[in-house]
Structure formats: structure tokens, C-alpha cells
């Protein structure tokens, strides 16, 4: 069922936890193939956002939404994971439980190192939304409000706050994904919480009492769809610091669906003040959304996003689990004109997966090369990189003894990247899956420069230094056994490599 569908039945009170519990459906055939080796999934049932997200004692912590009985969305926990290298991840027993105060919605977790909240020195403290939804509730919008639960043994066992919620609904629909972190400026943590059309900010000094500071957003930026899982973080560029709001929406992302949008500006302590207008998106392919950045990084800023869109998350192809995370990728600020872009980039540990790689160097594409030939067998988990002094029209194109095609590509009329996975392989279990996605592409100039991470069922892009990113899901019947690299207008490579990536075995 849709999750869209489920939240209106459930917000009309037409369906209970408990319903939506015994609803769920017998698990499909397995499907190893389509399991992820790099990229975080369950080993089984349902996952939707990364939340909680946060670095402790050398150990990075995912938590993640959660039904663990079902492959569909439904009454949602708080699943965990967690890795020394951000990529590969141990599952933990489950953090949160739904409990009489509601479904664990959600968002975020900080290590309180002063104890401000009187729960310990170097607590752990998850900061989420309880959703619930019976009767007297949904008539007055108060479902959602934000409660505390605090961890003193490394996130293994959790101790919800007796005081919870900490921050009460005052009747706004949709009232969630706290994300928290320690404000300098305000010498408070300060929290960024998606409030339906807007982002709404609070500061407090000990996590339990909240004050509003300000309100973002009513009328900037894309609007097709509720906000959620906002991110507000400070990068630096050139010695100077710039704040970065993510606003995640659903509908009304650029290829359709889920997508998560941001914001450039200076935040003062209070107030959120953009630079520009200028439209701006974190990744243009259809699958990252709920992306937030790891607590307790220092000036590092990781981000991760779930690798899926809403208009299909509940239907792909996998089992006996429903979708992965994206791979983390590191946070930068770069200047193109007069506008301040962020790129995003392979976290610097995806390097350790690289297996030495075969490389071409200097030489023309005119019309079709094949690279099949050239590498030792296609993996299923593979990295791709082109650079070019003259970029031209050009096309990677997997492919199958059946004929099924992922095209991966660079229109220069339109001066756009694109994903073209209308002939990738399965996609009847969703009319809004199949389609060619471009995305502009923003660096000024020729040289241009290419990242591809393949990891089973999906593909990451990142072009010009992270300028333009774009993620992707495809389910092909068979193994992609063919690589092509094609170029109708004839395109100059400087450098050409593909390597395989393998985790280390720890
Ligand atoms: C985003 C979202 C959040 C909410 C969670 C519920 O994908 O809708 O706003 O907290 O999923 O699972």
C-alpha cells in the first residue's frame, strides 16, 4: 500500500497500528541479487529514512525507520546499525518501540557531552517524532510532537524521557523530524522541524524545554509537496561560513515524487536568511530522499540519504527486504558565477573499496566503444570514472543478453546529465519508475569530470566535482553483462577507468 495512502487512512483513523500490523503480506521469492554490498539495507522487512544519525567513540550509528513486520510501510520503530568505515554495517536489535505516546517518526540523535539534560555526561539522546493518531487527536492536527529517549551504553539500550513529548503540537498537521544540534551562536541546541509548509526552528538549553525562534520557508523554494526531514548545518568556503538548510519534499521533486532540496544562506543564532532564491536540489534522480547529515563529525559533514522515492518504496522488486540507504557522500560548498552550489562527493572511505583499476587514456569515442571487452568480467559492485578537457555527447550503456538497457549520459543541446532506465529491466510494479531523468548540469566550462558508483540495483552520479548528482534505481531480469561507451558528436577522453569495489573483510 502507499505510504501516502496508509498515512490518510491512519490520520483518518480508518486504520490502527494493529490493523496495519496484521495487513501486512506474505514475503516474496528472495531476491540475493538485488542486495546491496556498500549500501546499508535491513536484512529483512521494511526501511525508510536514516535517522539519529550519529559518530561516537569511533563507531558511525544509522538509525532507521522500521517495520519490522511487514515489507510494507507500517507502525514505525527506530532499526540500528552501525560501522567503523560508513560502509560496512552491522544491524543492532531494535532502538525504539512504539509505545502508548505513538509510532517512532522520525529524526535525529546528539551525544550530550555537558549533560545538559541531566541524563548523563556523554548521553546519547535520540530527538524524534511521536505520530499518533486516534480520534480526539487527528480533529485537532496535534498527532505529531516531539519526545526524547537517551541511550547510556552506546545506543545498545534505550530509556524513553517520563516527560515526553517535550514539544507539543499546537495544531499543525504535519509537525515533525526534529533535527538537533549545538548552536555556538545561541549556546543552545537548536532545533530545525519540518511544520508542514515551512521549516519552524526552537532553541533550548537541556532538550526538554523548547522555545520557537523563527519560521523559514512559507513562500521560498519548492512547494509540491509536505516538507520533512530538514538538516541545517554550517560548511565553509574560501574562510568563509555559510549555512546549509536540507528540506526534504514529497511530492514535487524534479523527476517526480521524493527529493530532498536545500538552502545557502546565514543563520544568526535565530533566524535563517537565504543568499538567493536560486532553486537548488541535493541530487536530481529520483532515488534520494530523507537525506540528513551525521551528528558529531566536527566541521566533516556526511550526509546519507534513503535510496528511494515514495511514489514507489512500498512496491520495488526486493526481498525479503524494502530499500537501502545511499552511499555516504562527503559535504562541500563551491562557487559557480554568483551563486554558492553544494556538491556532494563519495565519502572519502568509498577510496577502500577500489580494486586497482583498468584505465584508458587519451583517445577518441567515435560513435561506440565497447568496454566489455577491456575489463575482467562486469561486477555487480563497480566504480566508473571519465574526464574529458571537451565534453560532448556521450552515453554509458549496460546491457543484457535480453536486451535491457541502462543508459547513463550527457545531452550537450540541453546541457544536461541524465539516467535513462526505461528499458533498464523490471518496472511494471510502478507507472512512475520507467523514464528518462535529466538533471542541468551547473559547472561553467568543458572539463568536466565523472563518478559512477554501481552497487546491484543502483546507480550514484556525480559529475563536475558534485555539482550535479544523481541517484538511481533499476532491477534488471539478468546480470548487465555489456558496458558501452557511445558518442554520436565524437568526445576526447583524457582518462577512462573502471574498477571493481570490494569491501575489505574485516
Ligand atoms: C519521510 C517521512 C517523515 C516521517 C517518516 C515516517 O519519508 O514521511 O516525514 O517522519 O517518513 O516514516
Known sequence: MKKTFLLALSLCGMITSSQAQTAAKPIPPATPQYRPVYH????????????????????????????????????????????????????????LYPDKLGWIFSGSAVIDANNTAGFGKNAMVAIFTHHNDPEEKKKTNKHQYQSLAYSLDEGKTWTKYPGNPVLPNP??????????????????????????????????????????????????????GVWECPDLFPLTLNGQ???????????????????????????????????????????????????????????????????????????????????AMTAPRDLALKQVGQEIYLTSMPAKEVAQLVQPSQSLKNFI???????????????????????????????????NAKGEELVIGYDKQANQYYIDRSKAGQMAFSSTFAGRHPAPRLANGSVADLTLLFDATSVEVFADGGLTTMTELFFPTQPYTTLKLKSTSGLTVDALSYAKLTPHVK
Do not use: C
Open 40 to 95: 546499508f539495507s535491513p536484512a529483512k522487512m521494511w526501511m525508510n529514512d536514516p535517522n539519529g544519525m550519529v559518530y561516537h567513540n569511533g563507531t558511525y550509528h544509522l538509525f532507521f525507520q522500521h517495520y519490522p513486520d511487514g515489507m510494507e510501510w507500517g507502525p514505525m520503530h527506530w532499526g540500528h546499525a552501525t560501522s567503523k568505515d560508513l560502509l560496512s554495517w552491522q544491524e543492532q536489535p531494535i532502538a
Open 171 to 224: 495544531g499543525i498537521q504535519d509537525f515533525r523530524d526534529p533535527k538537533v544540534s549545538w548552536n555556538e551562536v545561541a549556546k543552545k541546541w537548536v532545533m530545525t522541524l519540518a511544520t508542514k509548509d515551512r521549516i519552524t526552528f526552537y532553541a533550548s538549553p537541556n532538550l526538554k524545554d523548547w522555545t520557537k525562534l523563527s519560521e523559514f520557508g512559507e513562500k521560498l523554494g519548492a512547494h509540491g
Open 241 to 323: 561560513t555559510h549555512w546549509v538548510l536540507l528540506v526534504s519534499i514529497n511530492p514535487g521533486g524534479p523527476n517526480g515524487g521524493s527529493a530532498t532540496q536545500y538552502f545557502i544562506g546565514q543563520f544568526d543564532g535565530k533566524t535563517f536568511t537565504p543568499q538567493t532564491t536560486t532553486q537548488k536540489w541535493v541530487d536530481w534522480g529520483k532515488d534520494n530522499y530523507a537525506g540528513i547529515t551525521w551528528a558529531n563529525t566536527g566541521a566533516r559533514k556526511i550526509f546519507l540519504g534513503w535510496m528511494s522515492n515514495w511514489e514507489y518504496a512500498n512496491q520495488v522488486p526486493t526481498s525479503p527486504w524494502r530499500n
Open 365 to 399: 569515442v567515435k560513435s561506440e566503444l565497447s568496454l566489455t571487452d577491456k575489463i575482467p568480467g562486469l561486477a555487480s559492485q563497480f566504480q566508473l570514472q571519465l574526464s574529458t578537457k571537451q565534453l560532448q555527447d556521450f552515453a554509458f550503456v549496460l546491457g
